[in-house]
């Protein structure tokens, strides 16, 4: 029931990514997606999902090169 957990608390963090991204509020978004993201890579280790846990390798990357961008905009 913990990974499961995992999964869903991962989740609740991607929308509320989602959420303050359509706020307005992109730094804070990104760090959502991070976070969540993050859940999701120790899940799909957890059970194998190897394609999955690539996929939010490469949005956390996204994702911390956006938080970059907005710091040299500022």
Known sequence: IMIENLGWIS??????????????????????????????IVYDYLINNFSHLTLSVVIIAINMYGIYRLQIKE
């Not at 989602?18 to 993050?38: F, Q, V």
């Open 11 to 40: 989740t609740v963090l991607v929308l509320l990514g989602y959420i303050l991204n359509s706020n307005e509020k992109p730094r804070h978004a990104m760090i959502a997606w991070i976070i969540g993201d993050t859940g999701w």
